[in-house]
């Protein structure tokens, strides 16, 4: 375990290529498989989760093969044209990746077992199995619908119609990717609208898929069985990993930093929307569209931020956000809420909970409740000093060692391995815009 400290840093200032998209990286992988002809990625993000999911790809019989950096070829099988993999399908941390490929293979008569580690072993797969399971799919699983599991494709698939029971773009896509087998027309509603990349990259592929907003919420239906053909995916940065730069500029007093091409779909900017109402200076410059995908240059520049308080129903839209929010509403000025946090509780780690302790293990006062959380600002830096378990959890790694930048006394993350599942290089990259982090032993 490589453990990494963040000491109090001057301002930061420069300009920060953010490596690409993960949701989208994994999707554009995955369609190209599914696809005729070859697909061209260029931005791909080059982190273990979709080098896993790169892995999975050739497993099942595409052809996936790395020009230079970012830039990808997948020649793919056709739909219907997966091949049973030989060995098992090792996901790493990805809950994306595995979830998603469920749906990609479950819609071929064929076997795979999926696994992936420790903190991938613990996440719930029932929310897949669901509705997999009334399309026709079969899945052997551990206790609790854990990994290691089989997926049992069937001959014939059932389309369906599913009212998700948690807001999940990953159970929505995983959804969709089966219903692409299926005759006819397999219908997803979402009572909060989650991110909409795979909506957007399949019809990008060709398939043909409808969207409309109701009473009961918003209705994604793909008609099955399209010819999809393979088509270039230029893919944005990451607006996830783009937040924790973001953050620190904002934090750190003089500093001035630019951002380009990040992805800005509006499923996505709910960050940018709370950090906005905190008071905080972002402008967006050079917006245009990438591959169907909206991407703009962000600028950042630090000031004073107050606390607010962020409703549940904003979740679906930063949900990857709240601990690199939790650092900005610890330097504050007020009591910060944030509410419908629940999910949190089972993404790579216990979020919620590791949020709370990490906060309090660097002097910040914070109420944690079964699915919110208060943090009471210092309106300026936090004691820090806390030494962080990043307990296999990139994102929280990344946080704390914000917090350390800005805070009065240095932050140590345990072991910062994890970070290279989404943003390989963030070490260098901080740095090389002024960021003070060193490996522990030299602290
Ligand atoms: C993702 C969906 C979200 C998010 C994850 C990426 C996706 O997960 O947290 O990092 O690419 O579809 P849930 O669907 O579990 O909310």
Same mark, same amino acid.
């Given at each position: 375990m490589a453990s990494l400290t963040a000491h109090p840093s001057q301002a930061l200032a420069g300009r920060l290529q953010v490596p690409g998209d993960k &949701?989208? &990286?994994h999707r554009a992988l995955m369609l190209g498989a599914l696809a005729v002809g070859q697909t061209r990625i260029t931005g791909l993000l080059e982190g273990e989760d979709v080098l896993n999911t790169a892995t999975a790809m050739r497993a099942l019989g595409a052809e996936v093969t790395r020009q230079e950096d970012g830039v990808w070829q997948v020649w793919g099988r056709g739909v219907g044209g997966l091949r049973e993999p030989e060995d098992v399908l090792d996901f790493g941390n990805s809950g994306t990746g595995a979830r998603l490929a469920m749906g990609l293979v479950a819609g071929q008569p064929l076997n795979a077992v999926f696994t992936g580690d420790a903190s991938l072993r613990r996440r719930p797969m029932a929310r897949i199995m669901r509705p997999l399971e009334e399309m026709g799919v079969r899945f052997m699983a551990r206790e609790g619908g854990r990994l290691p599991l089989t997926v049992s494709g069937p001959e014939t698939l059932r389309p369906i119609?599913?009212?998700l029971p948690v807001a999940s773009a990953q159970v929505k896509s995983a959804i *969709? *990717? #089966?219903g692409i087998a299926a005759p006819g027309k397999t219908t997803v509603i979402e009572p909060e609208p989650t991110r909409?990349? &795979?909506?957007?990259?399949l019809s990008h592929f060709g398939a043909e898929i409808e969207v409309s907003d109701r009473d009961d919420g918003r209705h994604v239906i793909l008609t099955g069985q399209p010819e999809l053909t393979a088509a270039p995916v230029n893919i944005p940065a990451d607006p996830s990993s783009a937040a924790f730069p973001l953050v620190a500029? *904002?934090?750190l007093p003089g500093s001035e930093i630019t951002l380009p091409a990040v992805g800005m779909n509006p499923l996505r900017t709910g960050l940018l929307t709370t950090l906005r109402?905190?008071?905080?200076d972002l402008v967006e410059e050079n917006t245009r569209q990438e591959a169907g995908e909206p991407v703009a240059d962000l600028r950042i520049r630090a000031g004073r931020l107050q606390a607010v308080t962020v409703p549940a129903a904003r979740t679906p839209s930063m949900i990857d956000e709240y601990p690199i929010l939790a650092i900005a509403a610890a330097c504050a000025e007020g009591v910060t809420h944030l509410e419908g946090l629940a999910e949190l509780?089972?993404?790579?780690s216990d979020r919620l909970a590791a949020m709370a302790r990490g906060l309090q293990a660097c002097g910040v006062k914070v109420e944690e409740e079964q699915d919110s959380l208060t943090i009471h600002g210092a309106g300026g830096p936090p004691p820090g000093g806390g030494t962080i378990e990043a307990d296999l959890d990139h994102r929280i790694a990344m946080s704390f060692l914000v917090m350390g930048l800005c805070a009065q006394h240095p932050v140590t993350v345990d072991d910062a391995g994890p970070i290279n #599942? &989404?943003?390989p290089g963030f070490t260098e990259a901080m740095r090389a815009l002024g960021a003070d982090l060193r490996p522990s032993d030299s602290a």
């Open positions: &949701s989208i &990286s119609t599913y009212r *969709l *990717l #089966t909409d990349h &795979s909506e957007r990259i500029a *904002l934090l109402e905190m008071g905080a509780r089972v993404k790579e #599942t &989404s943003f």
